[in-house]
């Protein structure tokens, strides 16, 4: 009878996929006697593929780093990453969730998560499985790569129309220029001198929100503009 795995293991015979079809050379009729043989050195399994450039693996996190700004919280589609009992400016990413999608790594401000090469993330128990502070890393950004045909290359149309972007803005009649909002801001986005009114660049901000919880006057405000 042809069902799915028999396409596939006819598909293996012509084509080279990226990872081994099979932990030994070929279908074993009991996977749990194939590992127990290879433990006796009666069978040799296949070494594992190489992870390459690209490989998202388990998150990197640098707590040091880290300005708890809740970014990640809010773009992880998995609700994988929490806010730390222990810490609560800080975070703990609960691998056992991850998804590996990468828009944590992408939208924090300060380079504090990054993707490894780390996928040997099973465990028996998997409430301990998190990532609490793994250290400074190299951070590398996942934009899709693509390969043409010489002569191929398609025409990249351009972004045209207003777009709606959420920041916050600083209601002048209530700053009194403490240059708090400023201090803590992770992209430089607020601008003003002491004991003056301050101006959020509303193309820099990432409505992070640490500029209106720390702001002693509520003199800051989330608003919708177009830009």
Same mark, same amino acid.
């Given at each position: 009878?042809?069902n799915?795995?028999?396409?596939q293991i006819i598909r293996?015979?012509?084509? @080279?996929?990226?990872?081994?079809?099979?932990?030994?050379?070929?279908?074993?009729?009991?996977?749990t006697?194939?590992?127990?043989?290879?433990?006796k050195?009666?069978i040799?399994?296949? $070494?594992p593929v190489?992870?390459?450039? @690209?490989?998202?693996?388990?998150?990197g996190?640098?707590?040091? *780093?880290?300005?708890?700004?809740?970014?990640?919280?809010? /773009?992880?589609?998995a609700?994988?990453?929490?806010r730390?009992?222990?810490?609560?400016?800080?975070? /703990? +990413?609960?691998n056992?969730?991850?998804?590996?999608?990468?828009?944590?790594?992408d939208?924090?401000p300060?380079d504090?998560?990054?993707m490894?090469?780390?996928?040997?993330?099973?465990t028996?128990?998997r409430?301990?499985?998190v990532?609490? $502070?793994?250290?400074?890393?190299?951070?590398?950004?996942?934009?899709k790569?693509w390969?043409y045909?010489?002569?191929?290359?398609?025409? +990249?149309?351009?972004?045209?129309?207003?777009v709606?972007k959420?920041?916050y803005?600083?209601?002048?009649?209530?700053?009194?220029?403490?240059?708090?909002c400023?201090?803590v801001?992770?992209?430089?986005?607020?601008?003003?001198? /002491?004991?003056e009114?301050?101006?959020?660049?509303?193309?820099?901000? +990432?409505?992070?929100?640490?500029?209106?919880?720390?702001?002693?006057?509520d003199?800051?405000?989330?608003?919708?503009? *177009?830009?």
């Amino acid at each position: 009878m042809l069902n799915w795995m028999s396409v596939q293991i006819i598909r293996h015979l012509f084509c @080279r996929c990226f990872t081994n079809p099979y932990p030994v050379d070929h279908m074993p009729d009991d996977l749990t006697g194939a590992l127990e043989a290879a433990g006796k050195g009666e069978i040799s399994l296949n $070494d594992p593929v190489e992870t390459w450039g @690209r490989f998202r693996g388990k998150v990197g996190y640098d707590k040091n *780093t880290c300005i708890g700004c809740g970014m990640c919280i809010k /773009v992880c589609p998995a609700n994988a990453i929490h806010r730390s009992p222990d810490e609560p400016k800080k975070i /703990v +990413v609960y691998n056992d969730r991850c998804c590996f999608c990468a828009q944590c790594n992408d939208i924090c401000p300060v380079d504090a998560l990054t993707m490894t090469q780390d996928f040997a993330i099973s465990t028996y128990d998997r409430k301990s499985n998190v990532t609490l $502070d793994s250290g400074k890393a190299e951070r590398k950004p996942f934009q899709k790569e693509w390969t043409y045909r010489e002569g191929e290359i398609p025409e +990249v149309p351009e972004t045209k129309g207003p777009v709606e972007k959420e920041v916050y803005s600083v209601i002048e009649e209530k700053c009194v220029g403490c240059t708090i909002c400023a201090k803590v801001c992770p992209t430089k986005a607020i601008e003003g001198k /002491v004991k003056e009114k301050h101006v959020i660049d509303p193309e820099k901000c +990432v409505a992070c929100g640490l500029c209106e919880e720390k702001c002693p006057k509520d003199a800051i405000e989330k608003k919708t503009v *177009t830009l």
